[in-house]
C-alpha cells in the first residue's frame, strides 16, 4: 500500500498537539495568573477558571490520544477495527464533555468564543459518534468479508 504523505503529516501533527497540549494543560494557572494582571474577569474567576480549562485540556488530550491511537491503523493499512469504533465513541463522550464545561464557562463571562466552543464541541461529538456508528458498520461488513473468503 502507497504511503500517504497527508496521513504522515496528520499523524506528526496530532503529535506535535499531544505534546504541546500537555505543557499548556500543565502551565494553565502560570498563563492564568499573568493574564490576571491585564484581565480582571480572570482574576475574580482565577480558580475556577484554572479547574474549567485544565478539565477541558485533560478531556483535549484524551481525543488527541485517541486520534494518535486511529492514525497507527490508517497508517498501517487497518482502520476498520473495532479498537477505532470504540476510540470515536470515546471522542464523543469527551467532546460533550468539552462543551458542558465551555457552556459553564459562559455562567463566568459570556464570550462569542466560548459560545463558538460549545457548539463547535457539541457538533464534533455527534459527529464522532455517527461516525463510530460507520465505522461500527464497515468493521461487520470486513469480518463478514474475512469470513466469506
Known amino acids: 500500500m502507497k504511503r500517504s504523505t497527508l496521513a504522515y503529516f496528520t499523524k506528526y501533527l496530532l503529535d506535535f498537539m499531544f505534546i504541546t497540549g500537555i505543557i499548556v494543560c500543565l502551565t494553565v494557572?502560570?498563563?492564568?495568573?499573568q493574564a490576571g494582571k491585564?484581565?480582571?474577569?480572570?482574576?475574580e474567576n482565577y480558580i475556577a477558571f484554572c479547574i474549567i480549562f485544565m478539565l477541558a485540556g485533560?478531556?483535549?488530550?484524551?481525543?488527541?490520544w485517541n486520534l494518535r491511537k486511529?492514525?497507527?491503523?490508517v497508517i498501517s493499512g487497518d482502520p476498520f477495527v473495532t479498537d477505532n469504533v470504540v476510540s470515536?465513541?470515546?471522542?464523543g463522550i469527551y467532546s460533550f464533555v468539552i462543551a458542558t464545561l465551555m457552556g459553564i464557562r459562559l455562567f463566568f463571562a459570556i464570550t462569542m468564543t466560548a459560545m463558538v466552543l460549545?457548539?463547535?464541541?457539541?457538533?464534533?461529538?455527534?459527529?464522532?459518534?455517527?461516525l463510530a456508528q460507520v465505522f461500527d458498520r464497515a468493521v461487520l461488513y470486513k469480518l463478514e468479508n474475512d469470513y466469506t473468503i
Do not use: C, Q, W
Request: charged share 15%.
Open 118 to 130: 460549545v457548539i463547535v464541541f457539541l457538533i464534533a461529538g455527534l459527529f464522532s459518534l455517527v
Open 70 to 73: 486511529m492514525f497507527k491503523t
Open 58 to 64: 485533560l478531556f483535549a488530550m484524551s481525543i488527541l
Open 38 to 43: 491585564y484581565l480582571p474577569i480572570i482574576k
Open 88 to 91: 470515536l465513541k470515546r471522542m
Open 29 to 33: 494557572p502560570l498563563i492564568f495568573k
